[in-house]
């Protein structure tokens, strides 16, 4: 990739895990009873066909991680999961005295946080709850972050007791210098022991998440990581760029200097090299982001053009209704967004009366659904098209034209109808998918709201 390219499109942009954007969301037209409204409407038209997605965020960790942007609370006491799991299932149970019939659940998704900060006993009691409480969707996908530190084979044969064939585990990456300045030390044996029980135990699929663009990491660094990676050989890969946005997330990310930071040049080399070498050694591109073995499902659902993304990030089905438990998690209704408080105490008091603990939201106009699904399809596919009147909008012709330096620079084509991303256009799809953003570009913000795009 050259240099000129990285220079032109080097900008602060979305990760477009929704659209709008959460900066965008029009907070003071909200109102939670119009949400709830919206979320029974796509509920009772959906539940039967495609099932429901839980996310639910559990936010607490032994010692602070300071590449993470995450909610996450830090904290050595665990008797806080009792109280917090109670907290979780009246929520749960608030969603289920809201819905006009028994939620079916296709997907579960365990996050953080630290979801095995949890004893495995409390986890068990957790999901059985919720499970107890509704149908299971045919071919449900049950999966969560597992920290290779304090995952025990209790946890994994627990959950995998109770449906869990996906487990995901953050590398990062192995060298010693680099964990110690993001403050998450663990040896390649910690990861390759629990990557080996996890299959031991049945899981189907195991994934690594490693990062590129972190404090003193080099090329050497990747190369070495993913050397590592694949003596294991995990079925998924995520290739995160590391984010760093202190701004957002105060003092957890000022545990080193800016000038530690690979230049974008030299972190863009770090991806280029990533991802070739992930390529030979058998991975596949998914999306953006994401590399799967051709065995795994986020494979086959690229293949059979079924990927979705959402909050959770990639996915190998599409829940239209995806309800969001626990602290700062996000809800989607498709018509709509709700994000819980952010606070425990905040949460913790809005359940405890009797009350869906939002504390913001976005209802979609029509002009946000026709843009969130032209940038769906750009994230999942890499491609988009106009061919009927309802994926129009009035603004498409300005759109065409902010998207004609990307042609010129041979990253797309715009076709009559359409437009397709190039191979080399891949790696500048955040910057693609800005060019839709309408809001982005009516309110340009006066700060720094995003990460940069490479």
Known sequence: MSTSLINKY?????????????????????????????????????????????????????????????????????????????????????????????????????????????????????????????????????????????????HLQTLFDLGFRRVSFGVQDYNLNIQKAIHRVQPFENVKKVTELARKVGYTSVGHDLIFGLPFQTVANVVNTINYTNLLKPDRIAFYSYAHVPWIKG???????????????????????????????????????????????????????????????????????????????????????????????????????????IFRGHNLTSEDLVIRQHILNLMCNFKTNWDEDKEKFDQLPEVLIALQPFEQDHLLTINANNIEVHNQGKPFIRNICMAFDLRLKAHQPKTQLFSMTI
């Open 251 to 357: 003092n957890g990310q000022r545990g080193f200097k800016d000038e530690d930071l690979p230049t974008p040049e030299s972190k863009r080399q770090q991806y280029e090299t990533g991802k070739k070498l992930l390529e030979e050694i058998g991975y596949i591109e998914i999306g953006m982001d994401h590399f799967a073995l051709k065995t795994d499902l986020l494979f086959k659902a690229t293949e059979n053009s079924h990927l979705h993304r959402n909050f959770m990030g990639y996915s190998a089905s599409k829940t239209s209704v995806m309800i969001g438990l626990g602290v700062s998690s996000i809800s989607d209704s498709w018509l709509g967004f709700a994000q819980n408080e952010k606070s425990i105490e905040a949460y913790t008091e809005q359940v405890k009366n009797g009350n869906l603990p």
């Open 10 to 154: 080097n900008v602060a942009g979305p990760r477009y895990t929704s659209y709008p954007t959460v900066p965008y969301w029009d907070e003071t037209a909200f109102e939670v009873s119009v949400y709830k409204k919206l979320l029974i409407q796509t509920f009772q038209t959906t539940n039967q066909t495609e099932g429901i997605g839980l996310y639910i965020h559990l936010p607490f960790c032994e010692q602070l991680c300071t590449f993470c942007g995450c909610n996450k609370r830090i904290t050595k006491r665990h008797e806080v999961e009792t109280p917090y799991i109670e907290t979780l299932l009246k929520e749960w149970q608030i969603y289920c005295d809201l819905l006009p019939e028994k939620p079916i659940i296709k997907e579960i998704h365990l996050g953080g946080g630290t979801p095995t900060f949890f004893a495995p006993e409390r986890l068990h009691f957790l999901i059985n709850s919720i499970i107890s409480s509704a149908a299971l969707a045919n071919g449900y996908d049950f999966s969560f972050e597992g920290h290779p530190n304090n995952t025990t084979e209790a």
